[in-house]
């Protein structure tokens, strides 16, 4: 009872050999169905290992081509004397076919490297009565723009500093300095006033980055359209930091005049104590020009002349290449010229600091009161 597996001569039972056969036959079903099944997972398994070694060579690639890139940079801070070999060939030894810039205490090169990279390079002239200025100024340059990391200050890649040269090296900036492109009838065209209103917001964000967040307060001294570069995408940077000057928090900061003539702060003619406010002034002639296409030399000239504030219609101060601004353009163009014109007043507190322009201008709201900004009148200190 209850024993299915008995066999054997007893009558009720089976023989001995079927149960034997059915087992075999049973073995023979399981082995002609696992067989494939364990075939097809092996295949899988096989194809899973090739994708993922060919997976795994792609990331090998693509990162092999990532320290081909890289390279060039961590060649700058290792092996001067190979980056002085490449900066010099991709110039041919600093011709002036590769010059597109002439300052007062260098050239600027572009350098396309082998690995395609394309690089500004400043070379310091060499002049044996302005060597120890021109060593000093270098010596500013890096020691300011080392500290700096900002979107709108030119980036400063690397220098070198031998008997044979002295040289920066900084990213390229496309469409160069901002008094070229407002000089050219066609570049200045396709600086539309959305764009020129993205170009004050991006230098005085910079400004109030160097005044305010840093360590120590940096003054530009220098702030111009030559010295405003522009991308590709029109994204401005401030370059040149020869003139800079670090701030001693402890005390004056007294220096040698520097700079260039109307964009300098009126009491730069009685003092040689440099604070960020004389920043502030060189922007507001900047934020000027930008609007009015050319410098407004003439226009502070004739204002200057004036007892009491001038009132001055906002169209009159636009750039007549371009068609007027829309509303809310204008809004926004009305708001930045005034705040401009507070900037050049004479008496430093009376301008506002780089942090105050900046957080003016970046929450500027469009209107409901429907006035007409472009008859609507800029009041101007007097001078």
Known sequence: MHNKKLCGVVNGLPPCNSVTQSRDKWKGYKILVLAPV?????????????????????????????????????????????????????????????????????????AILATGEIFAVKKIHMIEDECCVNEQLFNREVEALVQIRHRNIVQLLGYCSSSQGRFLIYEYMERGDLAKMLKDNETAIELDWRRRICIVLDVVHALAYMHHDCSSTIVHRDITSNN????????????????????????????????????????????????????????????????????????????????KNNFVCMQDLLDSRLALPDAESAIEIYCMLSVAVRCLEPLPPRRPTARRASDELS???????HVDYLHAGITFPVM
């Not at 290992?49 to 060039?72: A, P, Y």
């Not at 929450?363 to 009161?369: G, L, N, R, V």
């Open 363 to 369: 929450t500027i709201k469009a209107s409901e009161d």
């Open 228 to 307: 405003i570069l522009l991308d590709q995408e029109f994204r401005a940077c401030i370059s040149d930091f020869g003139t800079a000057k670090i701030l001693n928090i402890y005390g004056q900061n007294l220096t040698r005049l520097a700079g260039t003539k109307g964009y300098l702060a009126p009491e730069l003619a009685y003092t040689e104590n440099v604070t960020e406010k004389c920043d502030v002034y060189s922007f507001g002639v900047l934020v000027l020009e930008l609007f009015m296409g050319s410098h407004p030399g003439d226009l502070l000239s004739s204002l200057s002349l004036a007892t």
């Open 38 to 110: 364990l075939a097809l997972i092996c295949l899988i398994l096989i194809v899973m290992i090739l994708m993922f070694w060919h997976e795994r060579n792609k990331i090998k690639e693509t990162n092999n081509d990532k320290v081909t890139q890289e390279k060039v940079f961590s060649i700058w801070s290792f092996d001067g004397a190979n980056v002085f070999k490449q900066i010099v060939e991709a110039t041919n030894h600093f011709s002036e076919m590769h010059c597109i810039g002439t300052g007062g205490y260098g050239s600027v090169y572009k």
